[in-house]
């Protein structure tokens, strides 16, 4: 497996984080990482506190081309849901510019006592993603429920991890810089490419994800939270 200090070679994907509603503060793990990981740099969607879904996505899409490199996305909240609308309104191969996801805490902006900021990102898009990807939720985010991000992830074709009890996944969870967040991007990152510059299929990139995420990140997190 990529190890998470691997330096940037030609081939690697590069890790654009895409924050959610108010951004991320200095204490949010998708922060820690920008500053830590020397291939991860924060997707500046601009008003933070009054989203707006085709603003989001332009800057998303924005981002991406000018990256000049595959890249993996590590969105938290309503950034999952940008990523979700960008895949909607911009179309793209499997796996190309976009090589994969890790989404975590998706919010549920199609319930009915939805923030106004958050209900211009409704409906949610239901389209399988063209990428692999891994779903992260908390048993008890109090944005959305377990079984909403179950089948949220369900639709977008994703891989889904159960982390257990930890609130909305972020700085007040306590989770710092989110070892288990690593170790699942590096799945996606495996995911992905071969390190070779090769985009794996959708068939390989699943069978990876089923073996290396399903199985050894949700075992982890289950034991850990039982």
Same mark, same amino acid.
């Given at each position: 497996m990529m190890s998470i200090f691997a330096p940037i070679d030609d081939h690697s994907p590069l890790v654009l984080t895409v924050p959610g509603l108010g951004g991320s503060g200095p204490s %949010? /793990?998708?922060?820690? /990482?920008?500053q830590s990981r020397p291939d991860t740099s924060r997707v500046e969607l601009g008003m933070w506190d009054t989203p707006h879904r085709n603003a989001w996505v332009t800057r998303l899409d924005q981002?991406?081309?000018?990256?000049?490199?595959? *890249?993996?996305l590590a969105a938290h909240s309503l950034g999952c849901l940008a990523v979700a609308w960008w895949a909607e309104l911009s179309p793209q191969p499997f796996g190309?510019?976009?090589?994969?996801?890790?989404? *975590?805490?998706?919010? &549920? *902006?199609?319930?009915?006592?939805?923030?106004?900021?958050l209900a211009g990102f409704a409906p949610v898009p239901a389209k399988p993603l063209p990428f692999p990807s891994i779903t992260v939720a908390s048993q008890d985010d109090p944005w959305?429920?377990?079984?909403?991000?179950? &089948?949220?992830?369900?639709?977008?074709?994703s891989f889904f991890v159960d982390a257990g009890?930890?609130? %909305?996944?972020?700085?007040?969870?306590?989770?710092? /810089?989110w070892h288990e967040g690593q170790a699942l991007l590096d799945r996606v990152l495996d995911?992905?490419?071969?390190?070779?510059?090769?985009?794996?299929?959708?068939? &390989?990139?699943?069978s990876i994800l089923a073996i290396n995420a399903t199985e050894a990140a949700q075992a982890h997190?289950?034991?850990? %939270?039982?």
């Open positions: %949010h /793990w998708q922060t820690l /990482w920008e981002a991406i081309r000018s990256a000049q490199a595959p *890249v993996v190309w510019p976009v090589a994969g996801a890790l989404l *975590v805490a998706p919010a &549920d *902006v199609d319930r009915a006592e939805v923030k106004p900021e959305i429920s377990i079984d909403r991000a179950r &089948d949220l992830a369900k639709r977008w074709g009890p930890q609130g %909305h996944l972020n700085a007040a969870s306590g989770i710092g /810089w995911a992905a490419s071969d390190r070779t510059g090769r985009v794996r299929t959708a068939a &390989d990139a699943r997190y289950l034991g850990r %939270h039982a």
